[in-house]
């Protein structure tokens, strides 16, 4: 039997987290993030998704072990302790850029039906890296073409604004 006490003080504390993170994000080229979104049904959330900025890995792997469970509304369906302890455990083997494909598929398995990682790296990553989610980020920012071209100095503003509403 899940604690539903434990869960709504954990997800509450969470929520505050991730306002702080969201509002307070100071964002440059060596900046960790990742994008998240709700992977539980839309009547509470579901699909809307976020990116999460931090000054460097540490930041992002600390707040990822504290709150990563719970950084969109909890379905109910799954005893969330358990998930908690894994999504710690799967967090703090965020060590290095080698070491995030595994650690974001890991994460996604153990969260399904409460929330999905697209990506974790760096925000210069985003700008001019050929991995999947930066090249189909970049291509949707310019209205589906070019993503194969790095951002440009004279794109960074609008490039930013894009990105804070993505997903939304």
Sequence with gaps: MQDEDWVAGRSETANEASERVLTDARIATDSWGFYAWGDGPGGIGGGVGAFYWFPDLVALREFLVAHGAFLF??????????????????????????????????LNVELKGEAQFDWIGRYG???????????????QFRGGTSGDRPIGSDEHVAFGEFLETYGV
């Design 125 to 139: 990553d985003l700008l001019g890296a050929a991995g999947e989610f930066p090249l189909r980020l970049r291509s």
């Design 73 to 106: 509304p909890v379905s109910g369906r799954k005893d969330m302790r358990a998930v908690d302890a894994a999504v710690k455990d799967i967090a703090n083997h965020l060590s290095d850029g080698a070491a995030v494909e595994g650690v974001l598929g890991r």
